[in-house]
Every structure is written in structure tokens, then in C-alpha cells.
């Protein structure tokens, strides 16, 4: 059990490093589908208090008529998320983080340079908060990967990078405006849709077999993950081989008389 602990955390670091990685460079693989900022803010607003804690306020202004995006539901949720966290951060001593929705309708004007943003009618959210707020210079950045204001160890600076490809991705436009000590505003701006449906997320079957007795080669060069991966397998009766690195896989491959 110790072992598959540190294995499941260790999986979950790297997945969301690397889902944060293809997100910013857009080749994440969304699942857009008719979404209501309204419910996903709503959903997220117990999560939220735990996040922000007790000394900032949380004030939803939610637009009672809001229209439907199409978008991915987790998506939008991490970019809400980041940008709460980002926030809060922002508040150390407290203060108010105000969530809004409302439906907007932008021209070419408005558009951002290398933005495939079109212009027509869009659902709104917008994030502000009464914290330290940022500079000009700093506002200019906040986007690049890797950036940061945060102490070291504090933050990955992958956040709002994260934040912008999602968005970006989902055909919409994010522009922040703020000044030092008078708070921040994000405001992100996602297509309309006329699509009423909202689809259910596909179920898998369940897998029905748990047993196998074929020949598996595991080419690893984590000497535990190595081991690990070995010992789960012959548990359930499969023939295992592992190797250290792709010669010593080609060789064994090679040398082996049956199927792997």
C-alpha cells in the first residue's frame, strides 16, 4: 500500500505538470460541450470558501440570463480555480474576490493581437479581487510560462500560462487590468453557443478481466517504478521481463523464442 501511495502521487505531480504543459502550448485534447458559467461557478463556490478561507469575502454577480459556451466543464474549472488561487494569494491580509458572469458582445476592436477571436456575442467571467495588484511591466508578463512574483518554492509560474492556453484553446479571449494596491481583474471571454443540450460525460464498462497469462516486457529505468510495475503483473499471473533501457529491450526481444 506504502508503495502504490507514493506511485499514485507521484503519477498525479507529473500528469498535472504535463496537463498544464499541453494546455499552454494548445494541444491539449479538450471535450468542449454546452456549458453555464453559472452552474460551474455556482458548483465551485463551497470548494472556493475553503480555498480563499475566512478572512476574504466571496461575492458572486452572477447575470441571471446568462447564455451557454461550448467548453470543456474540468477546463474551465482549473481555470477558475487558478485564478482564485491566484487571488487569494494576492490578499494575504484579506479582503473581497468578486466572481462575475454576464453576456457581452465584443468587436474587432477589442480583439487582442494573435487572438483567433472573432467578434460577435460572448458569456463573460470575470475575477477581481482587492489585493496588491501588479504593475504594468509585471501585467505584461503574467502570461509566460514559468513566470512568477512568488517566492521560490511558492508557485510553478504555470498558472496563469495554464489560464491563458485553455482559454485561448477554447476560442476565447483573457484580458487583466489592475494597478498596484487597487486589485485585479481577469476577465475572460468565452463564444456563445446556441446549443441547449448539455451532454452527459461518456461512462466506461468496467473491465471484466483481472488475470492474464501472456508475456509482458517493462522497459523502465526507475529501478522501483521497475520493480513495482513487475510485481503487480505477476500477481495476476502474467510471464514479466523488464529492462533498464531500449538496448537491453531490443536485445531481450531479440533473444525471447515467443510472443511478447
Do not use: W
Not at 511558492?154 to 476565447?172: A, F
Not at 508475456?215 to 503483473?233: F, G, M, Y
Amino acid at each position: 500500500r506504502k508503495q502504490l501511495d507514493e506511485v499514485k502521487k507521484a503519477s498525479e505531480r507529473a500528469a498535472a505538470l504535463i496537463r498544464q504543459l499541453l494546455a499552454f502550448s494548445r494541444k491539449q485534447i479538450l471535450q468542449p460541450v454546452p456549458l453555464d458559467l453559472n452552474r460551474v461557478t455556482t458548483e465551485l463556490q463551497k470548494m472556493l470558501h475553503r480555498i480563499l478561507g475566512e478572512d476574504i469575502a466571496l461575492v458572486p454577480v452572477l447575470a441571471p440570463d446568462l447564455a451557454l459556451t461550448m467548453a470543456d466543464p474540468s477546463q474551465i474549472e482549473q481555470v477558475l480555480m487558478n485564478l482564485v488561487v491566484n487571488a487569494r494569494d494576492a490578499m494575504p491580509t484579506g479582503g473581497k474576490l468578486t466572481l462575475e458572469t454576464a453576456n457581452v458582445i465584443l468587436d474587432a476592436a477589442f480583439m487582442m493581437p494573435g487572438s483567433s477571436a472573432k467578434p460577435g456575442p460572448y458569456v463573460m467571467l470575470a475575477v477581481t479581487d482587492t489585493g496588491c495588484g501588479m504593475d504594468a511591466k509585471t501585467v505584461e508578463r503574467i502570461f509566460e510560462p514559468f513566470f512568477t512574483t512568488k517566492e521560490r518554492g511558492k508557485g510553478t509560474g504555470l498558472g496563469l500560462s495554464t489560464v491563458y492556453g485553455i482559454v485561448r484553446q477554447s476560442g476565447g479571449e483573457i484580458l487583466v487590468h489592475s494597478q498596484p494596491g487597487q486589485g485585479t481583474t481577469f476577465r475572460i471571454y468565452l463564444p456563445r453557443t446556441e446549443a441547449t443540450v448539455r451532454e452527459a460525460p461518456v461512462s466506461l464498462p468496467a473491465p471484466t478481466r483481472t488475470s492474464g497469462d501472456e508475456t509482458i516486457l517493462i522497459v523502465e529505468d526507475e529501478t522501483a517504478v521497475r520493480d513495482l510495475a513487475k510485481q503487480v503483473l505477476v500477481k495476476v499471473g502474467y510471464t514479466v521481463m523488464t529492462a533498464a533501457n531500449g538496448d537491453e529491450a531490443l536485445r531481450m526481444c531479440e533473444q525471447h523464442p515467443g510472443k511478447i
